[in-house]
């Protein structure tokens, strides 16, 4: 199940209120500063997994939603945050690139 907080519903209305609506995807966004729960515009792909809420659809490749669930998404005023029950590295663990987070 995927679910999205009320004051998370109220601000993606508010972003398409001037646009087309879109469909959202959550996916795994690996990064320096480790694998995190992301969002984009996206268009639906065989395999997905679908699930509306507040008129706006929510996209999730199958398997990772099968590892990720049940996932909340909740708007915290300065950005939106995911939850999920994946276990989730966090910090720099491996770019160790100078000027990086990692250095």
Request: proline share 2%.
């Amino acid at each position: 199940m995927i679910t999205v907080t009320e004051s998370a519903q109220k601000e993606i209305k508010a972003y398409f209120a001037d646009k087309e609506l879109k469909p959202i995807r959550i996916f795994l966004n690996n990064g320096c500063g480790g694998a995190q729960l992301a969002m984009a515009l996206d268009d639906k792909r065989t395999g997905d997994a679908v699930y509306e809420v507040g008129g706006v659809e929510y996209l999730m490749e199958h398997q990772l939603f099968e590892s990720a669930k049940p996932v909340e998404i909740n708007f915290l005023g300065m950005g939106f945050k995911i939850d999920s029950s994946l276990q989730l590295s966090s910090g720099c663990s491996s770019c160790g690139t100078k000027g990086s987070c990692c250095s």
